[in-house]
């Protein structure tokens, strides 16, 4: 299962990536967004090391390219945008909108956790700091986690997109006759080049894949200054997130003056990380979990007098067959409200009603003592 | 169209799609949609019409210039009008029967609507629920769960920066408690514009 033979990127004779491409699907995978260092190993690779690798690659390869994305709302609409994107490694990005027509000529600058967007229709830059000051670090541990929940398999047959040769990698749940996600990536860079993601029931939920694509560019120096956004008549506005601080998971049941809930795993998701917003009095709980693919958070605060609050826009669905919450889309993210009696929670996760709601299900019997 | 079953009618749906149910209704109507197809497949078929719906966009109103001016003044004088008596004036009187009869009334259409059943769902046997909203602003929420999903192996990070400035840009005030401090696109271009 593993590359006995140095990958030469770039140079290597088709007779040679049709024997290598059974021992390299996995790795495919395992290494998407790796840089070309990575990919070309003097020893067996284990898919552990691999993996640890890939998670921090995408930091490694810069680049630039015109990125379609298509999105599809629960509600049915769909949105279209078209961006130019540039990414100097290790967290520079920049982005411009080409469609839809209401966005054309937003930009977007993220520098770290940084954040300038310029609005061109009211001349403004917007600044925000970062939503979190704690940005963990993936962790290794998701690998078991991945291959416990998906099965994920590789076309073995190369397909060619933006002029660059990539091999598609499906994964799918192991109890989903369907695929959740489609990735189209170039084994030389590790860059996904197309990406398709799917509802549980089969629909498309975005698609988004790049037209072109130049690797490693050469960038001028004001490409990601923040600086050049602010021409004349440009006005600079700030957007203060709360502070935070990471929480160690010996202490998470503490938080919140102990009324914290934060059951190990819900289904197949398990708990990564907590993070505490705002002050303790009035703050909010941010628990992370993921099922080694996928990622939800579940917010928790303490009931106040001033809650509940109805989310605008938001309907109301049952909730374990008693209680009722509130969900609403924003963006692609579905997010779901709900009032204990003495939490108010609210998760959110890139999922529609049912799944939210049948998260919330496994959630309630776990967090009632 | 789907008609449901019958024993909630369609405009009773309508209304809980719309966000417009409260109480007692709507927490029959939750319970009832667990175990009833034909209703939860009428509520699909109201969203989804509802999803149509707000691909409509409205044409912004704009009143003429003296709208406001004359708004402004009949503001003033309702005001000078008030202080002049502090006791609202009606344009009838109630009798003291009149208003026995309605207060019986009142209380005894409580008391039977304390009692109605929706099919075979008793609204009395539901627990005490209610509809929360988070502390934080939605906007916050969603950029904290971005945040984290771009931290994540084979995250799309160009994709999820847009939905973090999107974010950013168009947190509502009413969602939730410290929206104040998040700028909405509106605050930002009536900024601007005042700037200008």
């Known amino acids: 299962m593993h590359p006995q033979r140095p990958i030469k990127p770039q140079v290597a004779k088709r007779a040679w ?81 080409r469609a839809p027509r209401t966005m054309v000529g937003r930009v977007i600058i993220r520098s770290g956790a940084q954040e300038w967007t310029y609005i061109p229709e009211g001349k403004v830059v917007l600044h925000t700091a970062p939503p979190s000051a704690v940005r963990s670090k993936p962790t290794p541990g998701k690998l078991p986690l991945l291959k416990s929940n998906y099965n994920v398999s590789v076309s073995p047959l190369p397909e060619r997109i933006a002029d660059r040769k990539t091999f598609l990698v499906s994964v799918r749940p192991k109890d989903a006759a369907h695929d959740l996600l489609r990735l189209w990536i170039d084994p030389y860079t590790g860059l996904v080049l197309r990406r398709e993601k799917f509802r549980p029931d089969g629909t498309l939920s975005v698609v988004s894949y790049f037209s072109e694509m130049d690797v490693h560019p050469t960038f001028s120096a004001s490409a990601f200054s923040p600086d050049k956004l602010k021409g004349s008549g440009v006005r600079q506005m700030e957007r203060r997130d709360p502070t935070s601080r990471l929480v160690p998971h010996a202490n998470v049941a503490g938080a919140l003056f102990g009324l914290a809930q934060a059951p190990p795993q819900i289904g197949k998701f398990k708990l990564q990380s907590a993070i505490m917003m705002g002050q303790e009095q009035g703050g909010t709980l941010h628990l992370r979990y993921s099922d080694g693919l996928n990622t939800l958070s579940l917010f928790e605060s303490r009931r106040t007098s001033k809650g509940p609050t109805h989310v605008s826009g938001s309907t109301p669905v049952p909730i374990n067959r008693n209680m009722v919450g509130r969900y609403v889309q924003r963006y692609s993210y579905g997010v779901l409200s709900w009032d204990d009696g003495r939490l108010n929670l609210t998760i959110v996760g890139d999922a529609n009603e049912q799944m939210l709601t049948e998260f919330a299900d496994q959630l309630c019997p776990l967090i009632r003592n | 169209m789907n008609g449901g079953c019958g024993k909630i009618r369609e405009e009773v749906l309508s209304a809980y799609v719309d966000g417009m149910a409260d109480g007692a209704t709507l927490r029959a109507i939750a319970a009832h949609l667990l175990d009833c197809d034909a209703c939860k497949a ?48 009606f344009g009838f009187s109630w009798s003291v029967p009149q208003f026995a009869g309605i207060a019986l009334a009142a209380v005894v259409g409580a008391v039977i609507g304390s009692q109605v059943q929706f099919g075979r769902v008793d609204i009395t046997s539901v627990p005490v629920s209610r509809q929360a909203g988070p502390s934080l602003d939605v906007s916050t929420l969603v950029r904290a769960h971005a945040d984290y999903a771009s931290q994540q192996p084979l995250a799309d990070n160009a994709h999820l920066t847009m939905v973090l400035s999107d974010a950013s840009a168009q947190g509502s005030p009413s969602d939730g408690l410290l929206a104040a401090d ?14 200008d």
């Open chain 1, 17 to 97: 990536i049709s024997a290598a491409i059974p021992v390299l699907l996995p790795c495919f995978f395992l290494t998407a967004g790796s840089s070309v260092s990575i990919a070309a190993p003097s020893a067996p690779v284990s898919a552990e090391a691999l993996y640890q690798q890939s998670l921090v690659s995408t930091q490694s390869v810069s680049y630039k390219g015109r990125e379609f994305i298509t999105q599809w709302n629960d509600d049915g609409r769909q949105i279209a945008y078209v961006t130019d994107v540039a990414h100097r490694a290790p967290d520079l990005f920049r982005i411009e909108y």
């Open chain 2, 42 to 89: 009428l509520v699909a078929d109201f969203r989804h019409q509802q999803g149509l719906l707000r691909q409509l966009k409205a044409e912004p109103l704009s009143a003429p210039p003296e709208f406001w001016a004359n708004a402004y003044r009949v503001a003033r004088l309702s005001k000078s009008r008030g202080s002049q008596s502090a006791r609202p004036r």
């Open chain 2, 182 to 195: 998040a700028p909405t696109l509106g605050s930002v271009m009536n900024a601007s514009a005042t700037s």
